[in-house]
């Protein structure tokens, strides 16, 4: 099965600092999508940023950027001037082109913003 | 504009029984996805529904089943509950394109005993 790989199941950053969350994607796909998503405590999903593997830029989205690495199979999260509100999970997701709406979701990473 | 709807929020059932949830998706999307999310398993892709034909399906028995109606809400039935069946039931609705972005509801928890 072509997987999602978050390698770090927890993170603390300071507030209003940057932080880095890592994702890596297995595909033999040409054509992808790649998303990021928050779930706070409530269990909402949130939609934060997409990538398309054939955007030429790396997406932003306020204070969310992602860092495309199409050959390393790499698309990190980065979250700028963090925020006690940015506590939560956050999961890295793929979608295949044909496959439509059939996403792929890694296992997650929980970032903690102290004050 | 109204988001994604889930019924119920919290639901407790027994081995053995069967439930229905239900979604409704955002006005004027077509697609709706379901996700199970477990501590052990993470996110994982149920079915997709557009246009009242299940488009996509992940890799769960025959027990998950689902539908779509022509207002394109849907609804997710399984049967024969399993202690392991307890979980978040996320759904999620977009246009249907491919790549377009998907609105997540609330979640219904399901709790099987």
């Known amino acids: 099965a072509q997987k999602i790989t978050q390698t770090q199941p927890g993170m603390f950053v300071q507030e209003k600092e940057a932080v880095t969350l890592d994702c890596t994607y297995d595909t033999s796909d040409q054509s992808y999508g790649l998303f990021w998503y928050k779930q706070p405590s409530s269990g909402e999903m949130i939609f934060l940023i997409y990538q398309g593997s054939y955007d030429e830029q790396n997406a932003t989205e306020g204070r969310y950027s992602l860092n495309f690495q199409k050959a390393r199979k790499s698309a990190n999260l980065v979250i700028s001037a963090s925020q006690l509100g940015d506590s939560a999970m956050y999961f890295c997701?793929?979608?295949?082109?044909?496959?439509?709406?059939?996403?792929?979701f890694g296992t997650g990473t929980k970032l903690q913003v102290i004050p | 504009k109204a988001g994604v709807t889930q019924t119920p929020r919290y639901l407790i059932k027994t081995r053995g029984q069967q439930v229905t949830l239900s979604c409704s998706p955002i006005s004027g999307h077509r697609s709706v996805s379901w996700y199970q999310q477990t501590p052990g398993q993470g996110l994982q892709f149920l079915f997709e529904?557009?246009?009242?034909?299940?488009?996509n399906k992940g890799n769960f028995p025959g027990r998950f089943s689902g539908r779509q109606f022509s207002n394109s809400r849907s609804e997710m039935n399984v049967s024969t509950l399993e202690l392991g069946d307890s979980a978040l039931y996320l759904c999620a609705s977009s246009l249907g394109g491919d790549a377009d972005e998907q609105y997540f509801g609330p979640g219904t928890r399901l709790t099987v005993t």
């Open positions: 997701a793929r979608e295949n082109s044909g496959g439509y709406q059939k996403v792929t």
């Open positions: 529904y557009f246009s009242e034909t299940q488009r």
